[in-house]
């Protein structure tokens, strides 16, 4: 059941003509929220304005199914100049600031342009699956049932630590563990230099974010690290410059010794290393 305004219900039980259109707001996890419509015109509702066509975004059908199936939908945005945090969609897709966002789809009605009348709520869900093209951005949202297809036991026997570092569970401080540093030498797409010094694989698994340059607000998942330098998992979108800035954090490979040398959390480490493997023959 889907629950309207009296003043919606009241344009439906009439005999008055009206148009429809969609508003989409789409929030990122940092908070950053995007009011578009397919509207030719912007529109205002719920004390946000909706900017017609920034970007331009067309939608399937919404699945919907009955019991605890995912219902779905998908969305190609058209890679327009709009941009988002400073990225073009394309380039937003391609830096993964979709992650975890959500999409907020409801159906405006209309009588007189461009005072909306009511809305519907058409469709709410998280980004599954994006495809980044030449012109278009192809995403697909799923219902927050997705949220149901977790792993069953949650909890298990293995080696590594169940927890990830800094979560609740780990209780280690982020800050605590964080470093900032300047890029020397000569750039690549895939890695930087810097005069830090601590141990070969320190920031292993840590995240870097650049602080100002070409890339300010990227970040990328460390892959190694070795003698100040830090090769990364994925590609920059552009080459940074020496003088760039940057904060990086310690990762965790979850083994029992790395907790206890770098992290000095033994206390908190919920791993199992001396069960045996289901392969070993007694």
Not at 84 to 101: E, S
Not at 176 to 200: R, Y
Request: charged share 15%.
């Amino acid at each position: 059941m889907k629950t309207i305004s009296g003043s919606l219900l009241a344009l439906f039980n009439s005999n008055e003509f009206f148009d429809k259109c969609d508003l989409y707001t789409i929030t990122l996890q940092d908070g950053t929220t995007v009011y578009t419509t397919d509207a030719d015109v912007n529109l205002t509702w719920g004390g946000n304005t909706f900017i017609s066509c920034a970007p331009s975004i067309k939608r399937t059908k919404v699945r919907l199914v009955i019991g605890v199936q995912v219902d779905t939908m998908t969305l190609d945005i058209q890679t327009t100049t709009a941009t988002i945090n400073g990225f073009t969609y394309n380039n937003a897709a391609r830096q993964g600031l979709f992650d975890g966002a959500t999409v907020l789809v409801e159906t405006a009605y209309i009588t007189i342009w461009p005072t909306v009348v009511g809305v519907m709520h058409t469709f709410y869900g998280l980004v599954s699956d994006i495809e980044p093209g030449r012109s278009t951005v192809k995403m697909t949202v799923k219902s927050a049932l997705e949220l149901l297809s977790q792993p069953f036991p949650r909890n298990v026997y293995q080696s590594t630590c169940l927890h990830t570092v800094y979560d609740a569970g780990c209780a280690l401080s982020k800050t605590s563990f964080t470093t900032t540093g300047t890029v020397t030498g000569t750039p690549t797409f895939t890695s930087i230099t810097s005069a830090l010094a601590q141990p070969a694989g320190y920031f292993d698994q840590g995240v870097l974010t650049f602080t100002s340059g070409p890339n300010n607000g990227i970040k990328r998942t460390v892959k190694s690290f070795l003698g100040g330098g830090f090769t990364f998992a994925n590609p920059l979108p552009v080459l940074s410059v020496a003088g760039n800035t940057f904060s990086v954090f310690a990762g965790c490979d979850k083994t029992k010794a790395t907790c206890n040398s770098k992290f000095n959390n033994l206390g908190r480490f919920r791993g199992f290393p001396y069960i045996p493997t289901p392969e070993t023959t007694f």
